[in-house]
């Protein structure tokens, strides 16, 4: 049943899209508790930064 199969993939691409936005949610919360210095917080929110734009570049390079 093709109604099936796209619910069920609906369904586990939707359990893998929260799992890593929740995960990510984690990491923000954990760093901001380390009371880092301000230096160190830019550093790492400017890796995280590079990071999200690095998986944009790769979908988009994928489609081509």
Do not use: P, Y
């Amino acid at each position: 049943n093709l109604g099936m199969e796209l619910a069920i993939k609906f369904a586990i691409m939707n359990v893998i899209w929260v799992s890593i936005h929740f995960l990510w949610l984690w990491a923000g919360v954990t760093l901001h508790r380390l009371d880092l210095s301000d230096r160190t917080q830019f550093a790492i929110n400017a890796a995280m930064a590079l990071s999200m734009l690095a998986v944009v570049a790769l979908a988009v390079i994928s489609q081509q």
